[in-house]
């Protein structure tokens, strides 16, 4: 099984919202933070959002208000609701613990914002 799955990414204009959900095993899922992170183009890969087991959430600070991250314990799932989006926050978003793993990145989703 792979271990973190994301899928919700697409093309959309500016302004508009996009829905990001990541399927997690449940051996990782079951007792540890979860995080949202992205990697724009020629920028380094950087942390978006955390969410503890239970519901203890963090932001970057220049996403706080328009970025929502949840988690669903009982569908090993973590979301992350994207709305006001800027062609800035166009780049790859990956889901990972908190801190991360590297044997756990996969293949992320692709968001681009169109202004």
């Known amino acids: 099984q792979v271990p973190l799955v994301e899928s919700g990414g697409g093309l959309v204009q500016a302004g508009g919202s996009l829905r990001l959900s990541c399927a997690a095993s449940?051996?990782?899922?079951?007792?540890?933070?979860m995080a949202w992170y992205r990697q724009a183009p020629g920028k380094q890969r950087e942390l978006v959002a955390s969410i503890s087991r239970g519901g203890t959430t963090n932001y970057a600070d220049s996403l706080k208000g328009r970025f929502t991250i949840s988690r669903d314990n009982g569908k090993t799932a973590v979301y992350l609701q994207m709305n006001s989006l800027k062609p800035e926050d166009t780049a790859v978003y990956y889901c990972n613990l908190f801190p991360y793993r590297d044997v756990y990145w996969g293949q992320g989703t692709q968001v681009t914002v169109s202004s």
């Open positions: 449940k051996m990782i899922f079951s007792s540890l933070t």
